[in-house]
Structures are given as C-alpha cells and as structure tokens.
C-alpha cells in the first residue's frame, strides 16, 4: 500500500485493507456528531478520535501470519490558557506503530493537525499554524475541515501553496476525511518518520536527521495512535 519513499510500513495487504475499511467508514460517518460538538474544534477532533477508536484490539491471519491491530485516543492537559500562549502548536497528533517481532524493528511516523470549522474564504491563522509546523518537521501538517455535510481534510503544503484560500485548492486536494486517512496517511504519504511528541513534557522531537532543535516546546490536546503487531512465530 506504501506508494512513496516517505515511509516503508511493510504491511501485508489484508492487515492494511482492514485498518483503511475501518478509517474509511469511519470517516464517512463522523460527521453524524457534528450538531453536538460544533461549538468548539477541539470538541470535534475529541470526538472524532473517540469515535475513531476500535475498543478492542482485532486480530488477522493469513499467508503473511498472524497480525493484531488497535486504534486509541488520548487526551492531554493543555497546561492552561497562559503556557498555551506562549507555544505553538496543534489540535492533535496522529501516530501509528508497527512492531515487527520477527526481525525486531518499529515503523512509526506521526502527522499534527490542525482543525477548522466549514472553512470558506481566506484563513491566514490557518496559515500561520501550518507553516509554524512545517517549520519544525516538512510534511508533518494537515487541516481537517469540519461541517455539518461531511468531514474533509487536506495537506499543510497545499493549505500554503493556496496562501489559505479554501477555494483556490484543487478538488483533488480536498479529500474526504476518511479517505484521506486511508489512502494518504495509512498509505504513507502524509506524515512524517520519526516525529515524536511526549504529551508529559509538552515537547515535539522532529527526526534526528533534521537539522535544527532536537525538541521543541509545543501543545497537543487530542492524540489518536494506530497500532498494528506482527505476532512472533
């Protein structure tokens, strides 16, 4: 399912077929909530990743063994409204795992989003926080556009190329939020290897190969963690 160079998950194509079903349904789906949480973005990304949540870890077998899967949300304490001022930051973090017993290696990669509310017109706040994270880790950024027809969402380098106009994105930008979990984030072409967000300290760790700091201060409320295990022999 991997179609770039960005990351290289390694994932046989049933465990991968099962984990895209459930985001993409899930997807489809989540804006049935939208009239209870529209008040705050953050109430809508809280319950977008709880619905997100399998609650149970699933199990796959077949040519390639056997394999487990589970999808987790976490909510952190903001540190309230004065540290929030004073760091950059996101709405959430998407982080998926792979643990492959067999040869003893962690795939992870980690994508910050940040949430809007039937974006229209020119966004220049949305601007700013996108370039904020592109900034600290290129391609790690996408906005999630909430509305009361359907969920979409769109990458951080296309936000900036528009300069924040929604409507100067080319449609195949704008993907349903389901597929764009899917086929974009699943399938290795949003998000970055290697960033790491420690939730207790409030720091952001961009890749080692990056030039620059290793941590920088930063606030995330809503996380979101795919985890997928390659069961030993």
């Known amino acids: 399912p991997c179609r770039t160079n960005n990351m290289s998950l390694h994932l046989p194509r049933n465990v991968y077929e099962a984990v895209a ?5 899930v997807g489809r789906r989540a804006h ?38 589970r999808i987790k949300a976490y909510k952190f304490g903001s540190g309230g409204r ?3 001022e004073k760091m950059i930051g996101a709405d959430g973090i998407l982080e998926i795992e792979i643990w492959h017993h067999g040869s003893g290696t962690i795939d992870q990669k980690s994508l910050l989003i940040q949430a809007k509310k ?10 700013k926080q996108i370039n904020s994270i592109e900034h600290i ?4 950024s996408a906005a999630f556009d909430y509305g009361p027809d359907g ?9 900036l190329t528009a300069e924040g106009y929604r409507n100067d994105l080319a449609d195949r930008q704008i993907e349903p939020l389901g597929d764009f979990l899917a086929d974009q984030f699943l399938a290795c072409t949003a998000g970055v290897k290697g960033l790491y967000y420690d939730p207790r300290r409030k720091l952001l760790h961009p890749p080692v190969q990056l030039t620059g700091p290793s941590a920088v201060e930063f606030i995330v409320p809503e996380r979101l963690r795919i985890e997928i295990e390659e069961m030993s022999e």
């Open 21 to 25: 079903e459930h985001l993409r349904s």
């Open 32 to 69: 049935r909530h939208w009239e209870t949480n529209q008040a705050h973005e953050d109430s809508l990304t809280g319950a977008l990743f709880s619905q997100l949540t399998t609650h149970r870890t699933r199990r796959i077998s077949g040519d390639h063994g056997k394999w487990l899967w």
């Open 82 to 84: 004065g540290s929030q």
């Open 118 to 127: 039937q974006w229209s017109g020119r966004d220049t706040r949305l601007v």
């Open 137 to 140: 880790a290129p391609g790690s």
């Open 151 to 159: 969920y979409s969402a769109v990458k951080g380098k296309h936000v």
